[in-house]
C-alpha cells in the first residue's frame, strides 16, 4: 500500500520544526518540549507512515494548538485555524494523491462554541458558521473532498475529544466521502503522543486503511 503524495492538514500532533510552512508554531522539535520524546523527524506519526508506505511527503500544513473553527487561541492569529488554512493550500492547484486531516483537539481543550451540527455543502457555510467547531468541520472535510475531487481524504478521530467533535467528524467523513480512522490509547506525556505515541497512530492509521 501506498499514499503516493501526501499532504497533512494538522496541529500540533502533526508539527515538527522545519517540515512545516514558515511563521508556524511547532511542538515537536523544539527544546521547549525535549521531554515528550519525539526529538526527530523520523519519530513522527506522519514521516513513520511515509516511509513504510513508500509514499512522497508534498505539504504539511500543521499549527500547533490550532483550531478547526476561526475562534482561535487568543495567542494565535485567525489564519491559525483549519478552516482559513484549507482554502490557502488546498485549492486543489497542487495535485495530493492522499490528504490526511487530523485536528479537533484544540477546540475541545480551549471550549470551542459548538455551534449547529447540520452538514451542508461546503460553500454554504458562512463566516459566521464557521466561528463554530461543528459547522468548521464540515465545511473543511467537504472543501477538502471539492477541490482535490481525486485525492483520497483521512479524517482521524483523536480519542478525548468532545463526544459532538468527535461525532461530528464521523458524520461529516460518511458525507463528504472521506475514510475514518479512530484512535484509541495513544501513549502521551502532557496530552501529545511521545515517540510510542507516535509508532500507536502510524499503527492505527495502517490498520484502518490497508
Given at each position: 500500500m501506498t499514499f503516493g503524495k501526501v499532504a497533512i492538514l494538522g496541529d500540533s500532533?502533526?508539527?515538527?520544526?522545519g517540515c512545516i510552512p514558515e511563521n508556524y508554531?511547532?511542538?515537536?522539535?523544539?527544546?521547549?518540549?525535549?521531554?515528550?520524546?519525539?526529538?526527530r523527524r523520523e519519530d513522527t506519526w506522519w514521516d513513520q507512515l511515509i516511509r513504510e508506505t513508500n509514499s512522497t511527503l508534498v505539504l504539511n500544513d500543521s499549527y500547533s494548538g490550532s483550531t478547526v473553527?476561526?475562534?482561535?487561541?487568543p495567542d494565535l492569529p485567525d489564519w491559525s485555524a483549519f478552516a482559513v488554512r484549507a482554502p490557502l493550500w488546498f485549492d486543489g492547484k497542487t495535485k495530493f494523491d492522499t490528504i490526511f486531516f487530523l485536528g479537533g483537539t484544540n477546540d475541545s481543550w480551549i471550549n470551542s462554541p459548538l455551534g449547529d451540527p447540520e452538514l451542508k455543502e461546503w460553500n454554504?457555510?458562512?463566516?459566521?458558521?464557521?466561528?463554530n467547531v461543528l459547522p468548521a468541520i464540515g465545511f473543511v472535510l467537504g472543501y477538502l473532498k471539492a477541490h482535490n475531487p481525486g485525492a483520497r481524504v483521512v479524517a482521524i478521530?483523536?480519542?478525548g475529544l468532545k463526544p459532538a467533535i468527535a461525532e461530528t467528524i464521523k458524520a461529516?467523513?460518511?458525507k463528504y466521502g472521506c475514510d475514518?480512522?479512530?484512535?484509541?490509547?495513544?501513549?502521551k506525556r502532557s496530552g501529545h503522543p511521545d515517540t510510542l505515541g507516535m509508532t500507536q497512530i502510524?499503527?492505527?492509521i495502517l490498520a484502518a486503511l490497508s
Amino acid at each position: 500500500m501506498t499514499f503516493g503524495k501526501v499532504a497533512i492538514l494538522g496541529d500540533s500532533y502533526s508539527t515538527f520544526a522545519g517540515c512545516i510552512p514558515e511563521n508556524y508554531h511547532t511542538y515537536y522539535g523544539i527544546e521547549k518540549h525535549a521531554d515528550v520524546g519525539v526529538s526527530r523527524r523520523e519519530d513522527t506519526w506522519w514521516d513513520q507512515l511515509i516511509r513504510e508506505t513508500n509514499s512522497t511527503l508534498v505539504l504539511n500544513d500543521s499549527y500547533s494548538g490550532s483550531t478547526v473553527c476561526t475562534t482561535v487561541r487568543p495567542d494565535l492569529p485567525d489564519w491559525s485555524a483549519f478552516a482559513v488554512r484549507a482554502p490557502l493550500w488546498f485549492d486543489g492547484k497542487t495535485k495530493f494523491d492522499t490528504i490526511f486531516f487530523l485536528g479537533g483537539t484544540n477546540d475541545s481543550w480551549i471550549n470551542s462554541p459548538l455551534g449547529d451540527p447540520e452538514l451542508k455543502e461546503w460553500n454554504e457555510y458562512t463566516d459566521e458558521d464557521k466561528k463554530n467547531v461543528l459547522p468548521a468541520i464540515g465545511f473543511v472535510l467537504g472543501y477538502l473532498k471539492a477541490h482535490n475531487p481525486g485525492a483520497r481524504v483521512v479524517a482521524i478521530v483523536n480519542e478525548g475529544l468532545k463526544p459532538a467533535i468527535a461525532e461530528t467528524i464521523k458524520a461529516a467523513a460518511k458525507k463528504y466521502g472521506c475514510d475514518l480512522v479512530l484512535l484509541s490509547g495513544v501513549s502521551k506525556r502532557s496530552g501529545h503522543p511521545d515517540t510510542l505515541g507516535m509508532t500507536q497512530i502510524k499503527d492505527q492509521i495502517l490498520a484502518a486503511l490497508s
